[in-house]
């Protein structure tokens, strides 16, 4: 009879899982990131010619909701995705003649700390290289309230 039948009945369950993959569900978001980040870069790198970026610090405003998130960044915003503690987007441009992909993951350790990656890839459809570096992030305080966090302040 072939496969998905077993002593001449069809199995559905067999059948069903041997062509359909049904992917988890994500993880309910552990933390609420919303709130200002500090963060800084390090371990640097590229393979496209030149110097790696150098490693700098700078805030970004989280907003987050449920599973989705918003990371605002110098008055650009770009939507992302959660699982768990772990937090992902990835966005595109063009840039020198060819498109720049670029997806940042980080995982929160707590309410207020965490540390991630960010890879980029750079492609004219012809030739292509990339680079990336690593970052810490640490939630801001309200002065003078430990316990309080900025929350959606303009930059």
Known sequence: YGYG???????????FTAYFTISPAPEIATYNATGRWQYATYNCWTDCPGDPEEPETGVVRVNQTGNSFTVTEEGETYSGSISGVTYTYTISYPYDEGTVTLTTTFTLTSETTGSGVTTWNWTDGIDSCGGGNQFSITKLQVAGNPGAYLLLLDE
């Open 5 to 15: 039948w077993i002593d001449g009945v069809l199995d559905w369950h067999r059948l």
